[in-house]
């Protein structure tokens, strides 16, 4: 007997090493995929970080600019209009020409090429907006934009094989170089306001991200306020309710199946439902939310009867043992206690719901919108259909805009978790 | 409701210590049982060699009953028994106590035996003396077997049987009241013979104990202080 | 001469002892329940007594839990579950098709085997009951409430400095105390315990036994329990089931010494089960 236990440990050590060995390898093996994943993630951030960023500055020249009112060609301080439609173009044109010392025709256009005539016209327009009677007549200073040609070339300088270099010719160079000389009145770089506080255009100088994020804004409000309630309506009735039978059935089955039709199919049926039918207004984030609203229902449904399920049914049998009823039992104990596991899921199909644009292209949200919108009823569009139409451009100001808007979808989204888990913190410690 | 099916409990090991409880008390009474034999032998054939055997044997009585006390105490610590289980702990229990007296008895017949022979003279009375000892005899050794078959029928009867033993006794007392009127320089020899007779007596109504002991192991029922048509109304109700 | 090992349920003629008492608090005649096609249940009756503290015992599967939910409708939340027969709550037939359960529950309470005190503040968790079915009008009565139960249910002295924080952070056998507080707050008249003691050490386990003895003074119990030695203690009549039929109902003592029927004296004793 004590032989064969001798015999049984031996037989059992010597295994042990190759099982240690097999139980190591399955360890690499994990360790080796989070490593794959983790890089991946970090290459992908860093680069658009790195271009993000660049994204989000821009290079300016301050100028001296008298602000003549016979060359604007304003009369009355106190006409909107007359203020609206100055010439403010050949009042930064002659500037610019008197800055760069361009007489001959050749010298102008290579001037004018270096700064974003219209963009800066648009400023002065501004300050004269609010301000007008103070203003005109007297020289003030203010930032010129440069051209996103140049801004492209100033932001890599030093970088090999100075990219950039091929927009401009000799003497442009040459002014370039002249500028960036300059101790005093020099380019200099300041974070690029206009991304954030604009809309789209054509200019790439000019185009921000603003209607984008406000039209986000509003189709996610749009989509949380139906889908939230609907959503946790149904699930509670589906778990607590509803008797199990075939049309339960049916609608279970039916739902599971709709968290996997591709969204595009969505954008179809609101298509033809709420633009078509009902004759909702088009590219509004209000039709938008209603799209995703469709979307996004079968996520926050499943996930909050997984929810529901996970109420331990000791809680339901110790309010019922005291006689609460299915409507108090429901309300007092299983929601509360389901509400992380609900907020959850909804984050979850949120923030699917932020980053689609397929369904989105369907209800026309993918129009060109410079103007910010106001109301759920206003044309807008969305951040991923932005950063789709900014990288489309071949313009060079573009796809850096692209990134940084990239960068403000990422953060919109781990701000939207992170309120989530602040709430779910929240509602969790009242327990 | 005759059979205990003691040997049917899930736990093997309960089993076995119940077997144990029991095997070790009739062997207590296998015991008993010969001391009294012999005790008798010794009074009636004033056997002084056999008596002393008698008197020797009490020790070991005396620590089988501390054993079994001993046994029980633990199964009921340990085992919790619950009805019948309980009701063979406490009887064998009881019943111990019972054989104990009993061995305790046949000492005191022992002890007379040995006093008798000293004085060395056979004396009438001796006739009642063998007759009660062979009834007691008869008695002790049907409880044993009742016991061990958990029959309530030789228990009731062993009741029955005591009380014949009993007017046997009284009987045997007038003889020996009458012998010693008649001739009173015997007197203190003739008590010696009414001590053991008294003995006798006793180891019945022991005897008697224990089947009232089995009637509550195997029916559940209480039957001490009752008559004996009681008894069998409690026991036997539908008869 | 009876065979020790029956499992056949036709063996089973009738429940023997004394089911039936003259002041009962509740009294089930015929009871029949089913889950689906499967029958738990076959013809039970039996009667609770005022102020009595009746024990349920047999194997596992023998129906005494179904029987014991059956007394407060809680297996009304079973869908495929059917209960038959007379159950009454002094002379209301507890089954009626009109009757409203959250009354007959606020009347017939339960303690459940896990402690399973709602993950809120010991306050609320006594408060709960009260506060649903509207028995006090004013903080200070839902106070007292909350005192006068607790200190029923032996908490009150351990918990009165700690009212606010939450339920589930106190010991197991607290919890279950909790959970009879809660249960005793809204004044029933019978406490139906479905092994209430089954995950608790033997200290806390004493101190529930301790409690139904002092609640049973007040309230008629119906207790569900594995263990024993446990009926044996607490209990004044002792419910044998098997096979989801009443095989005996008898005084405790009486079952633990000396059962009627062999399939009791066979369980009891350990002989299979």
Redesign the interface.
């Known amino acids: 007997m004590t032989d064969k236990n001798i015999n049984t440990i031996d037989l059992v050590n010597k295994n042990l090493k190759k099982r240690y060995r097999a139980e190591k390898r399955f360890q690499a093996y994990g360790i080796l995929s989070i490593c794959f994943g983790l890089m991946c993630l970090v290459f992908l951030f860093t680069d658009i970080i790195s271009k993000g960023t660049r994204g989000f500055f821009y290079h300016y020249l301050p100028i001296e600019i008298h602000l003549d009112a016979e060359v604007l060609g304003i009369t009355d301080t106190n006409d909107v209009h007359q203020i609206l439609g100055a010439d403010y173009t050949t009042l930064v044109k002659k500037r610019v020409y008197e800055i760069f010392e361009a007489k001959k025709r050749k010298e102008k256009k290579n001037a004018r090429t270096l700064i974003a005539i219209d963009a800066t016209g648009y400023r002065i327009q501004d300050l004269l907006k609010t301000n007008a009677a103070s203003l005109l007549g007297t020289t003030i200073t203010i930032d010129a934009l440069v051209d996103d040609k140049v801004d492209f070339y100033l932001k890599r300088l030093g970088e090999k094989g100075e990219p950039g270099k091929e927009y401009f010719n000799e003497a442009q160079l040459l002014l370039i170089g002249k500028l960036l000389e300059r101790q005093e009145g020099g380019f200099n770089k300041s974070l690029n306001k206009t991304f954030f506080t604009s809309g789209d255009s054509a200019q790439s100088e000019e185009a921000g991200i603003l209607s984008a994020f406000m039209g986000s804004l509003y189709l996610l409000l749009v989509t949380f306020c139906l889908s939230f309630p609907i959503g946790i309506a149904t699930a509670v009735y589906l778990e607590e309710y509803a008797p199990k039978n075939k049309w339960t059935d049916l609608i279970e089955i039916n739902i599971n199946n709709l968290a996997a039709v591709p969204s595009i199919i969505f954008g179809l049926l609101g298509l033809a439902i709420f633009l078509s039918f009902f004759g909702f207004p088009r590219s509004t984030p209000l039709v938008g939310g209603f799209v995703l609203t469709l979307m996004t229902l079968p996520t926050i449904i499943i996930s909050s009867r997984a929810a529901i399920k996970a109420v331990p049914p000791s809680i339901r049998e110790a309010a019922y043992g005291i006689g609460a009823s299915k409507m108090q039992v429901t309300i007092h104990h299983v929601i509360p206690l389901a509400m992380p596991g609900m907020l959850t899921g909804t984050i979850i199909g949120l923030a699917q719901a932020l980053g689609e644009s397929a369904p989105l292209l369907m209800i026309g949200m993918a129009a060109f919108i410079p103007d910010v919108p106001t109301a759920i009823t206003d044309p807008s569009t969305v951040l991923p259909m932005q950063i789709f139409q900014w990288f489309r451009n071949a313009d060079a100001g573009f796809s850096e805009k692209a990134s940084a808007a990239i960068l403000v979808l990422i953060l919109f989204l781990v701000m939207m978790n992170a309120l989530a888990v602040w709430a779910r913190s929240r509602l969790e410690r009242r327990w | 409701m005759d059979k205990l099916n003691i040997d049917q409990h899930i736990s093997q090991q309960y089993n076995a210590v119940l077997d144990d409880l029991k095997t070790e008390f009739l062997e207590m009474g296998g015991i008993v049982e010969q001391q009294i034999i012999d005790a008798v032998k010794a009074i009636t054939k004033l056997d002084t060699e056999l008596a002393e055997k008698v008197l020797s044997v009490e020790s070991t009585v005396d620590d089988r009953e501390m054993a079994l006390d001993d046994l029980c105490v633990q199964i009921i610590a340990r085992r919790q028994p619950t009805a019948s289980d309980l009701r063979l702990v406490m009887s064998i229990s009881k019943a111990t106590r019972d054989l104990e007296r009993m061995g305790d008895e046949a000492k005191k017949i022992a002890q007379m035996a040995i006093l008798i022979s000293e004085n060395g003279e056979i004396l009438d009375g001796f006739g009642e003396l063998k007759n009660l000892g062979r009834r007691v005899q008869q008695v002790v050794s049907d409880t044993l077997t009742a016991f061990a078959r958990y029959d309530v029928n030789t228990a009731l009867q062993i009741a029955e049987e005591d009380k014949a033993i009993d007017e046997e006794y009284d009987i045997a007392m007038r003889v020996l009241i009458t012998y010693m009127m008649e001739n009173p320089r015997n007197i203190s020899r003739a008590m010696n013979i009414t001590w053991a007779l008294r003995a006798l007596e006793r180891i019945g109504d022991h005897a008697e104990n224990i089947a009232e002991h089995i009637i509550y192991l195997v029916k559940g029922l209480d039957v001490r202080h009752k008559t004996i048509s009681e008894m069998e109304e409690e026991v036997r109700p539908e008869k | ?2 065979n ?2 029956i499992t056949d349920i036709n063996d089973i003629k009738e429940t023997v002892g004394i089911p039936l008492v003259d002041n009962a608090k509740m009294s089930m005649r015929d009871v029949d329940v089913f889950y689906g096609e499967k029958q738990a249940i076959f013809g039970v009756s039996l009667d609770i007594g005022v102020n009595e503290v009746i024990a349920m015992i047999g194997p596992s599967g023998c129906g005494k839990s179904t029987f014991l939910r059956c007394l ?1 409708r ?1 297996n009304d ?1 079973i ?1 495929i579950c059917k209960v038959t027969g007379q159950l009454h709550l002094e002379g209301q037939n507890i089954y009626d098709s009109k009757l409203d ?6 009347r017939v ?4 085997q ?1 402690p ?5 503040s010991i306050y609320d968790n006594v408060a ?2 009260p506060r ?2 509207g028995l006090a009008a004013r903080r200070a009565d839902m106070d007292e409430i909350v005192e006068t139960s607790l200190r029923k249910a032996g908490l009150w002295e351990e918990v009165k400095d700690r009212l606010h924080q ?1 339920g ?1 952070g106190l010991s197991g056998g607290q919890q279950q105390r909790l ?1 009879i507080a ?2 005793i ?2 004044s029933p008249e019978v406490i139906l315990m479905d092994e209430p003691c089954s995950a608790l050490d033997p200290i806390a386990t004493a101190k529930i036994e301790e409690l139904i003895d002092e609640l049973s003074e007040n309230f008629t119990i119906a207790i569900v329990t594995h263990s ?2 446990q009926a ?1 203690r607490v209990s004044h009549r002792t419910a044998y089931f098997h096979l989801g039929k009443l095989v005996e109902v008898n005084e405790t003592e009486k ?5 009627d029927h ?1 399939l ?3 369980y ?6």
Request: glycine share 8%.
């Open positions: 001469m009876e020790n090992t407060n809680m939340t869908e359960v959250v009354p007959l529950r606020a309470g339960m303690v459940f896990k399973n005190p709602f993950p809120k709960y009951g649903i079915h939450p589930t959970c809660r249960t707050a809204v024993m030695q044996a079952v633990f010494t000396n059962p062999s009791t004296e066979a009891i004793t350990g002989r299979f089960g």
